[in-house]
């Protein structure tokens, strides 16, 4: 069972994003995606976890089914939380699970600031405090310069050569369901990728200083007070395996899973990840009782 959800952001944008699951269910969960990903994403774990829980899974702005903003300026993480609470809000949803992919993950970190009483737990989907340069340049390098595709084998053969190294199992089926939940198709039968470039703007490349590194350990010092669960690529580029155990050892009541054939950043259907949200979510549920 799923239904669309729309709502409007502060600054007066529609934005959009999907319920998977019954309403009544003993736990929700809000997915965030990635830079460049939709609410789509999540779409292949939440068949594996079954429907025992609800899911809403985000477009944010300027990606899928939202809204692209006029100044490029309010694509930045701080208004993507806003954003989310705004969500929370306009479905009067007083305590969720936070489950977030890369970008998704800082706006769980971000949102642990600003709303700590809402949020009964964490996922962390590889993504840590000081994201590796070697990911962010990798991801700068295929997201600014947005392709247009005749069909979609041409837009699943692209996304095979720049994600292969993170999904280092998957076949050409994979790839085609892959291109389908990350592209779109225009009026014109052309086919390109779901998000605004305008989103790109404010990526940066520039080597964080020790003010910005310090203020990052702070965010995720956030995060102590409620159970974390923290999933890693084996291969991933953007959380060094060195940060992923030290985020693990900053925070007592975490735990940290290595998927094995994933780089940056697993899907979340994959056996082990799904094992370790499956308990994660089993043991939430618990203490919500």
């Not at 600054?11 to 990903?37: E, F, K, S, V």
């Not at 225009?186 to 003010?211: H, N, Q, V």
């Not at 925070?251 to 780089?263: A, F, K, T, W, Y």
């Amino acid at each position: 069972m799923s239904s669309d959800i729309y709502y409007t952001s502060a600054d007066g944008l529609t934005l959009y994003a999907r319920a998977y699951g019954r309403p009544d269910a003993p736990l929700t969960a809000l997915c965030m995606h990635g830079l460049t990903r939709n609410h789509k994403d999540f779409e292949p774990m939440i068949a594996q976890l079954g429907d025992r829980y609800r899911y809403i899974s985000v477009d944010v702005r300027g990606r899928g089914q939202s809204d692209r903003a006029d100044d490029s300026a309010l694509y930045n993480p701080l208004q993507y939380a806003d954003d989310m609470i705004a969500l929370l809000n306009h479905l009067s949803l007083q305590r969720v699970v936070l489950i977030g992919t890369s970008m998704g993950g800082l706006m769980s970190m971000l949102l642990m600031d600003k709303i700590p009483e809402r949020i009964v737990g964490i996922v962390l989907n590889d993504i840590g405090p000081i994201p590796d340069q070697t990911g962010l340049k990798r991801i700068s390098e295929y997201a600014t310069n947005i392709p247009v595709f005749d069909d979609w084998d041409a837009a699943a053969k692209k996304v095979a050569d720049t994600q292969s190294v993170a999904y280092q199992n998957y076949t050409e089926a994979n790839w085609i369901e892959f291109a389908q939940r990350t592209c779109r198709q225009r009026e014109d039968g052309k086919i390109m990728p779901d998000y605004d470039p305008k989103i790109m703007d404010a990526f940066s490349l520039t080597s964080p200083d020790w003010k910005m590194r310090f203020g990052m350990w702070r965010l995720y010092g956030k995060l102590k007070s409620r159970p974390l669960l923290i999933l890693r690529g084996e291969h991933s580029d953007i959380l060094t395996s060195r940060m992923a155990n030290r985020m693990h050892k900053r925070h007592r009541d975490s735990r940290l899973v290595n998927i094995p054939e994933r780089g940056h950043a697993p899907m979340l259907d994959e056996p082990i990840a799904i094992d370790a949200l499956a308990t994660f979510l089993g043991r939430l549920e618990g203490m919500s009782a």
